[in-house]
């Protein structure tokens, strides 16, 4: 059910983790580093930012706009995003009243999708065509607000062209029987550019006044604002900043696709990489789906949380062109994502405890690797009472998303466009995008974001506050790197001004280039591996002993991510330990106990936080050791031959201190 799904999308409440976040303290100058250099303070970025917010009137008189009074009642600032990172804006208004041009309107008017007796325009070409006006060019540094009274169409409304009008427009969804309006068209909405529209033509069309209109677009600017200005996840609770401020160039999504209908594929691949790369330009996405059956303690658990239903739940669609697609279920999953956030959900906590192993995962906070499980159900069960639910568990590294089996089979096409978006939802979530106003009623506008609707894009809103937060995020880190090594500092002074005034240019995209290669480019060194001690020594591992090995790590610069053991015995399997910081730069890791005459080998390789990578294998060093008895059976003759000599020399010297001193330790040797 579509409401119901629309429920688990409220990415519940992501727990745990956090506070790798460290305040970056912005204001560090940094001592010369002699006399004749010049002192170069690191700049800091300026958070307290100007938008311009252009209201342009097209088809509406200047007489019904109170240009004054909505001045004065309109907000003067907005903040986005949470502490450290609040950008605080100054709103700049300014008008223009255009008439509706007449082509304008006859174009949309022929490119009008008649279903019944309302006439849908198309979103899209709208958009088009007023990108052309001079009068609707986007401030280069703000928004776009149109509001607009369309001549000559009566009883329209609205439709987005990617959305496949013949399975979306006019189309009625059934609950149990009961109709509900998921697919209405709100005359109000905007994205993909940096542009929102509000169709006002039937408030024209009453008796306008200029108290009623200057009110009715103060509340629509009002309410539209924090759609404009979206904040990030960590702004709604603070253990999401570190979703908020994740640095990383190259995104993995994994699916693992549990109990999968074989041969049938239900997410396209290109397009989550293409929505992502569109999201974050500066970043590189790949994705991969594999299918296997789901375990069984998995289907057993399934199945224990599964009961029959006495009334089936029935999801039909009735389309424009009278194709009716319905699916049941006859059985539901307890499934519950909303209690306590779903931590104790039984099957949620399976997936929780089975990641690592499921994807074979060595670093959990390895947040660049995006983990999903899709988990297929039999054709008439539901889950959660829903045909699909999803959620995205940041702290828990994993999205869950689960279906009903005949989404696929009785929905076909729809049921697999309506699982693409869940799935790009839920990854939007993940990069800590939060929902858009979920509020369908004329005061707000609906957005094209993927986040939303049923689009392949995120709307420009997204765009700019997933940027605006990366770039804060690299600038600060790479002014916090400098501090520790000040040569570079004067050589990056122009680099550095240049990000920097490109992101008050709004010039996004440029701005983080510019940043991330500057950023990447601090640290090229690997760190490096030194002080290798084992416990027991080389020649005293007996078959009962672990060994403990010790390592120095250091980094010069953006410090050391992760150092692995990787060791061998005589099977030439080489397995891998992670090592613990024990303490300042040393890395500890303990190597299991062998039997007697196994050569272990084993290296080291360490990791910083670029990704630069080094092992003790290029440095030629080989660290080996091999297993040795405890009683060989030469070992044996020894002490036999030892104590047979040692028993003479006894009997001879009866009285000796020193004789009793050997016999004792001969018992002890038996
Ligand atoms: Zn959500
Ligand atoms: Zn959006």
Sequence with gaps: MLNKTTRSFLCLSLIVVISLFTTINPKTSLPSTNATANTFELPTININQTADMKLAFLGIPTEYINQTQLTSLLPKTIKQFAYPNTITWTLNFSFGFTPFPDNISDSLTESAFHSGSTAYLNITILDNVLSQLPDLAI??????????????V???SWFYIQERPDLFLNRTDYFNDVPFEYWIFPPNFGGLRRALYFDISETMQQSPTESSLTSTVRILITKSLGDIFTSLGGSLDPRWMVADTQKYRDYNVRILWLNGTEGQTPINLDQ?????????PWTHWTATIEAEPADKPLNDLIQSRTIDLSTALNYSILLSNGTQLTIQSQQNVDWNPYENSGENDPINQYFFKHVKEYFNLTDLNDKSVIPVILMQLDNHTAFGGSFQGGVSWFPYNVIIIAFQGSTLKDLGEIGRIGLMHLLRHEIGHWVSLIHHSFDFASGYPKIICSMRSMTNEFCAFCKDARARISFISYYNSTIELLTKKQTKTTILQDELNNARQLFYDWNYNEALNEIVAIYYGLDSTPPNISNITQTPSQNSVFPEDEVKINATVTDDLSGVKRVILNYTNDNGTWNTIDMTNIEGNTWNATIPAFPYGTNVTYTITAEDNFNNISTTQET????????????????????LLGTVLLISIARRKINSKKQEQIVTRKTKLV
């Design 620 to 639: 030629g060093q080989i660290y080996q050791y091999i297993v040795i008895p405890e009683f060989s059976p030469f070992m044996i003759l020894l002490i």
């Design 272 to 280: 989550i990489r293409a929505s992502f790369e569109s999201l974050m």
């Design 154 to 156: 009566t009883g329209h």
């Design 139 to 152: 401030p280069e540094r703000g928004y776009l607000l149109t509001f607009m009274s369309i001549p000559n």
